[in-house]
T-cell receptor, first 116, second 113 residues
Framework: DSGVTQTPKHLITATGQRVTLRCSPR?????VYWYQQSLDQGLQFLIQ???????AKGNILERFSAQQFPDLHSELNLSSLELGDSALYFC???????????????FGAGTRLSVL | DQQVKQNSPSLSVQEGRISILNCDYT??????FLWYKKYPAEGPTFLIS?????DKNEDGRFTVFLNKSAKHLSLHIVPSQPGDSAVYFC????????????FGKGITLSVRP
């Protein structure tokens, strides 16, 4: 158990809809990261929050947004969903904000999103 | 542009033999490299890492080798066990405040009993 909790585990919705994915980081971790894994793809970095503030942005679509709350949990909002948004969405947390040896990321089990 | 490449999608080895998983990178700003292991229905778990100032890091049955001039790293598992069957992701990052992890597509390792 990594200590990172993601809910829900599975989500089935229709095109055009909006969903919210939730992540609770490990106790004491200040950074939360969101990744998307589509079929046969590696993990694509979407966005990072550190202690409530956006720290880094990857290939996140404008239809997607995220935030980190004062209790450090994070939510990823996906709107105007398309078939191609079907993927595994992972959340990770780490103690620090940057890269390097002391900032190992610990991953949740993911949310599988199916857009029909 | 894929900055971290795992060109072999799968590898099958016999139990007890060595598994060698390869990874190449293109960004010379990367200076820290990690391997993650992923079982089905679970998130990736950190396995082992190496800094660019080293060429080898060992942890039990797992050893990572880094050839910085060739921009190549490899993960050796000796001896391989059936429980090692999983998807292995190579990842790389810098050390700056805004550094992010860049992952390869992963290699599926199957260890045959």
């Amino acid at each position: 158990d990594s200590g990172v909790t993601q809910t829900p585990k599975h989500l089935i919705t229709a095109t055009g809809q909006r969903v919210t994915l939730r992540c609770s980081p490990r106790s004491g971790d200040l950074s939360v990261y969101w990744y998307q894994q589509s079929l046969d793809q590696g993990l694509q970095f979407l966005i990072q929050y550190y202690n409530g503030e956006e720290r880094a942005k990857g290939n996140i679509l404008e239809r997607f947004s995220a935030q980190q709350f004062p209790d450090l949990h994070s939510e990823l909002n996906l709107s105007s969903l398309e078939l191609g948004d079907s993927a595994l969405y992972f959340c990770a947390s780490s103690s620090r904000g940057g890269g390097g040896a002391k900032n190992i990321q610990y991953f949740g089990a993911g949310t599988r999103l199916s857009v029909l | 542009d894929q900055q971290v490449k795992q060109n072999s999608p799968s590898l099958s080895v016999q139990e007890g033999r060595i598994s060698i998983l390869n990874c190449d990178y293109t960004n010379s700003m990367f200076d820290y490299f990690l391997w993650y292991k992923k079982y089905p229905a679970e998130g990736p778990t950190f396995l082992i890492s190496i800094s660019s100032i080293k060429d080898k890091n060992e942890d039990g049955r797992f050893t990572v080798f880094l050839n910085k001039s060739a921009k190549h790293l490899s993960l050796h598992i000796v001896p391989s066990q059936p429980g090692d069957s999983a998807v292995y992701f190579c990842a790389a990052t810098g050390t700056g405040a805004n550094s992010k992890l860049t992952f390869g597509k992963g290699i599926t390792l199957s260890v045959r009993p």
